[in-house]
């Protein structure tokens, strides 16, 4: 789904989120009128020899009964069928009422229009499991991790895909128990694979998840594309997308309304995430829109510490948003954020437009080392326009260890009614710019003709072709 071309981010905000829309009606409009015939087509990484329903295994689509059961009963039959041509599960119409269960390689999960996957709220359907190497410990708490509603680990090929199909991971409840301080356990994230390769995640709708929506960890060949997330802007830690330690990353054509970063790049937690040292490197984010009032568009950090290098982001889109990237790093992160390229950004009614911090004090423990500082280098900045922003930078490094090699060009910022009186915040920084207005701070003066680097060769997975992947709706197991 193209809902923009490349070059015009200049255009008017609110035109591109009506477009986006217009668009998403026709699309799913033209996926009613497939679907009334027997033959559905999707694009895949790679297609499948096999098909089953889920149907086929006694899933019952009222919305009450428990498929738990039957989703992992399907995927353990259809695991077989890996070494000959792989199987598509198909959830049809319906709604599936589920607890966790996980993945098989070579393996399609297909959820059609009209099927909505309806997440479990008994914390009993979802299995504590281990913190993640990389953190030390969970994320809301000390103890473990509730299981991702949709997981699995060491696979391979794995597709999660629809015709604008619905997840719905019914959050509230664990929304509640998080602001009551009520868990000793992370909540479930709604899609989280792990140490597994070529992932596409792709045209479907996530709403509510009890956490992070999609959270891919070290993994490596990904594609996440033609997603609309949404959740209420007040639920806690609902990021929407969250590559960890990953490599080789493909985002776009997403659609993000959150109570947190909209997309959050990560690598791990202080001691754990430096001792673990797997990076998040080689990601192209494109053609994002964005509603985060609390946070970010894009966030780099701030778990951090195995390293974040070489993410690009183009046509980024935002509204009603607290800024547009930000660096979050902190004493004690270690490791390095280096060479990010962002170029178009077009943003309406923001608190900053470009915010970084080097003092974000989240820790797992009192075991972190307060001198391992973290390395800031390489940052730029290139075609931004922004309109009703209260503060156009806040920008800041860690005493005694600066960061530098920042570089904005070609930036129009334009104030709020009632903007802050200083409008660049700069401390422990350095760079250059060109053509910023309005007028930028000292330690990034304008020498007037400064473009910022953007690579012009592709991220790999950037030239992988999908496949055109099919089902029969009369279709039966074999």
């Given at each position: 789904?193209?809902l923009?071309?490349?070059?015009?981010?200049?255009?008017?905000?609110?035109?591109?989120?009506?477009?986006?829309?217009?668009?998403?009606?026709?699309v799913?409009?033209?996926?009613?009128?497939?679907?009334?015939?027997?033959?559905?087509?999707?694009?895949?990484?790679?297609?499948?020899?096999h098909?089953?329903?889920?149907?086929?295994?006694?899933?019952?689509?009222?919305?009450?009964?428990?498929?738990?059961?039957?989703?992992?009963?399907?995927?353990?039959n259809?695991?077989?069928?890996?070494?000959?041509?792989?199987?598509?599960?198909?959830?049809?119409?319906?709604?599936?009422?589920?607890?966790?269960?996980?993945?098989?390689?070579?393996?399609?999960?297909?959820?059609?229009f009209?099927?909505?996957?309806?997440?479990?709220?008994?914390?009993?359907?979802?299995?504590?499991?281990?913190?993640?190497?990389?953190?030390?410990?969970?994320?809301?708490?000390?103890?473990?991790?509730?299981?991702?509603?949709i997981?699995?680990?060491?696979?391979?090929?794995?597709?999660?895909?629809?015709?604008?199909?619905?997840?719905?991971?019914?959050?509230?409840?664990?929304?509640?128990?998080?602001?009551?301080?009520?868990?000793?356990?992370?909540?479930?994230?709604?899609?989280?694979l792990?140490?597994?390769?070529?992932?596409?995640?792709?045209?479907l709708?996530?709403?509510?998840?009890?956490s992070?929506?999609?959270?891919?960890?070290?993994?490596?060949?990904?594609?996440?594309?033609?997603?609309?997330?949404t959740?209420?802007?007040?639920?806690?830690?609902?990021?929407?997308?969250?590559?960890?330690?990953?490599?080789?990353?493909?985002?776009?054509?997403?659609?993000?309304?959150?109570?947190?970063?909209?997309?959050?790049?990560?690598?791990?937690?202080?001691?754990?995430?430096?001792?673990?040292?797997?990076?998040?490197?080689?990601?192209?984010?494109?053609?994002?829109?964005?509603?985060?009032?609390d946070?970010?568009?894009?966030?780099?950090?701030?778990?951090?510490?195995?390293?974040?290098?070489?993410?690009r982001?183009?046509?980024?889109?935002?509204?009603?948003?607290?800024?547009g990237?930000?660096?979050?790093?902190?004493?004690g992160?270690?490791?390095?954020?280096?060479?990010?390229?962002?170029?178009?950004?077009?943003?309406?009614?923001?608190?900053?437009?470009?915010?970084?911090?080097?003092?974000?004090?989240?820790h797992?423990?009192?075991?972190?080392?307060?001198?391992?500082?973290?390395?800031?280098?390489?940052?730029?900045?290139?075609?931004?326009?922004?309109?009703?922003?209260?503060?156009?930078?806040?920008?800041?490094?860690?005493?005694?260890?600066?960061?530098?090699g920042?570089?904005?060009?070609?930036?129009?910022?334009?104030?709020?009614?009632?903007?802050?009186?200083?409008?660049?915040?700069c401390?422990?920084?350095?760079?250059?710019?060109?053509?910023?207005?309005p007028?930028?701070?000292?330690?990034?003066?304008?020498?007037?003709?400064?473009?910022?680097?953007?690579?012009?060769?592709?991220?790999?997975?950037?030239?992988?072709?999908?496949?055109?992947?099919?089902?029969?709706?009369?279709?039966?197991?074999?």
């Amino acid at each position: 789904m193209v809902l923009y071309q490349p070059s015009t981010f200049t255009t008017n905000l609110v035109s591109s989120l009506l477009l986006l829309g217009l668009m998403q009606l026709c699309v799913i409009e033209c996926r009613r009128h497939v679907l009334s015939g027997s033959e559905v087509t999707y694009p895949a990484i790679n297609c499948r020899k096999h098909t089953a329903f889920l149907t086929d295994f006694g899933g019952k689509g009222d919305g009450v009964t428990s498929n738990t059961a039957v989703f992992q009963n399907a995927v353990k039959n259809l695991s077989q069928y890996g070494d000959d041509g792989g199987a598509q599960l198909i959830v049809p119409p319906g709604k599936w009422l589920t607890g966790s269960f996980n993945l098989t390689s070579h393996f399609t999960l297909f959820i059609q229009f009209g099927a909505v996957i309806l997440a479990s709220q008994d914390e009993g359907d979802y299995p504590l499991v281990e913190p993640l190497p990389s953190y030390g410990q969970g994320r809301d708490g000390p103890g473990g991790r509730f299981s991702s509603l949709i997981g699995g680990s060491h696979l391979t090929d794995v597709v999660i895909t629809g015709d604008n199909g619905t997840i719905d991971g019914q959050g509230s409840i664990w929304w509640t128990k998080f602001h009551e301080k009520k868990l000793k356990n992370t909540r479930p994230y709604l899609i989280e694979l792990t140490y597994s390769t070529q992932i596409q995640i792709s045209n479907l709708t996530l709403i509510d998840s009890p956490s992070w929506f999609v959270h891919p960890v070290y993994s490596s060949d990904i594609i996440i594309q033609g997603l609309t997330i949404t959740a209420p802007i007040d639920s806690p830690n609902t990021d929407g997308i969250d590559p960890d330690s990953c490599k080789n990353v493909k985002i776009q054509d997403v659609y993000v309304v959150s109570g947190d970063d909209c997309i959050a790049v990560k690598s791990g937690w202080d001691e754990y995430g430096i001792k673990f040292g797997m990076p998040t490197e080689q990601m192209i984010i494109r053609r994002l829109t964005c509603i985060s009032p609390d946070s970010a568009v894009i966030a780099l950090g701030s778990e951090m510490s195995g390293g974040i290098k070489d993410i690009r982001a183009e046509d980024i889109s935002a509204i009603n948003s607290e800024s547009g990237i930000r660096i979050k790093t902190a004493p004690g992160r270690g490791a390095y954020i280096t060479d990010i390229f962002v170029d178009g950004m077009n943003l309406q009614t923001m608190k900053y437009v470009f915010w970084t911090t080097g003092a974000y004090g989240q820790h797992p423990d009192p075991g972190y080392d307060p001198e391992a500082l973290p390395k800031v280098d390489r940052i730029n900045y290139r075609n931004v326009v922004a309109k009703n922003v209260t503060m156009a930078g806040n920008m800041g490094g860690i005493e005694g260890d600066p960061f530098t090699g920042f570089c904005l060009s070609n930036v129009t910022i334009g104030l709020s009614e009632k903007p802050k009186k200083l409008q660049w915040n700069c401390t422990d920084i350095s760079g250059v710019s060109s053509n910023v207005t309005p007028q930028i701070c000292e330690f990034l003066p304008d020498n007037g003709s400064t473009k910022c680097d953007y690579p012009s060769e592709p991220v790999p997975i950037d030239t992988v072709q999908l496949q055109t992947c099919s089902f029969s709706t009369k279709s039966q197991i074999m």
